[in-house]
């Protein structure tokens, strides 16, 4: 428990630090796109760049939220409020990509030059190399959590670190007259945010609802397997899982010999939590019951 607060505290604190920085590049960048470089992909990037500081701060608040205790109105705990926050952050991504398609489109339609093209880019560099640190030392803490906008988020900061990248070489290109790349590069922008954004609001939404697929079947396999193992017991029939945020939640009915005492039972209930809890850190509880048709 000590350690999983302990990589929320760190989580926190980092997603807070990429918001202000995010925010700050993002500022810059649009003010140097819109007044001195007139570049739609300088500009692009810098909303991309506040769009994903926006999206580092919804995690933090987030994250916040979420480490609240179970009261009289979320019985289950704020979990799902990590999955919200995804969504909305996802959300925001989104309606950010559609304005940068926009002003792609008119820069491909009606193209103009690029000023000071190379400032630009070096702007640009600046903003990708902090990106990408960023973005890979999240994703290298916290590739082993379950938590969905933490995992969005570390990836977030990494597709900026790649769109300020692709602004880099589309400003360098418009330096030597290749001013259509500005317009290309903006729209690949914006096709990345989209598809991040689905993927992330489809994943999030499956967890909202309690759907139980890909890693959650897995779990349910093996939980049902483990149980077996146990020498008391003849068959595991249901495994239920429900994840909210990085925890799951479950109930398992088992069959059992008949003549078995509700002293023994317990002790095979509490074998079988301590086993899946081994394999599983992240199952928060598991509710054994014997199945109602035996017995």
Do not use: W
């Amino acid at each position: 428990m000590r350690e999983k607060e302990a990589f929320i505290d760190r989580v926190d604190r980092l997603a807070g630090i990429t918001a202000v920085t995010l925010i700050g590049l993002g500022i810059i960048q649009i003010i140097l796109g819109e007044t001195i470089s007139k570049s739609v992909a300088l500009t692009a990037n810098g909303v991309d760049c506040i769009g994903d500081g926006f999206v580092s701060g919804v995690v933090f608040l987030g994250l916040k939220v979420f480490r609240k205790p179970a009261d009289q109105k979320f019985h289950y705990g704020y979990y799902k409020m990590e999955n919200l926050a995804s969504i909305v952050a996802a959300i925001v991504m989104i309606i950010l990509a559609a304005y940068i398609g926009f002003r792609s489109y008119n820069q491909l339609i009606h193209p103009h030059d690029v000023e000071l093209p190379i400032l630009g880019a070096i702007v640009a560099s600046i903003a990708a190399i902090i990106a990408l640190a960023l973005g890979f030392y999240k994703y290298s803490k916290g590739k082993g959590s379950n938590m969905g906008s933490v995992k969005l988020e570390a990836f977030n900061t990494i597709k900026d670190g790649v769109a300020s990248g692709l602004t880099v070489i589309a400003l360098v290109l418009a330096s030597i007259g290749f001013v259509i790349a500005d317009a290309i590069v903006g729209f690949i922008i914006a096709g990345i945010i989209v598809t991040i954004g689905f993927a992330s609001i489809k994943e999030a939404s499956y967890m909202l609802i309690d759907a139980c697929n890909g890693e959650c079947i897995d779990r349910s396999y093996v939980i049902k397997r483990l149980a077996e193992e146990n020498e008391n017991v003849e068959s595991a029939h249901i495994v239920r899982l429900r994840q909210s945020g990085p925890v799951y939640q479950g109930e398992l009915e088992i069959k059992v010999n008949c003549d078995l005492t509700i002293k023994e039972f317990n002790k095979v209930k509490r074998n079988i939590i301590k086993k899946v809890q081994g394999a599983f850190p992240e199952v928060e509880k598991l509710t054994v019951t014997v199945s109602e048709k035996e017995c």
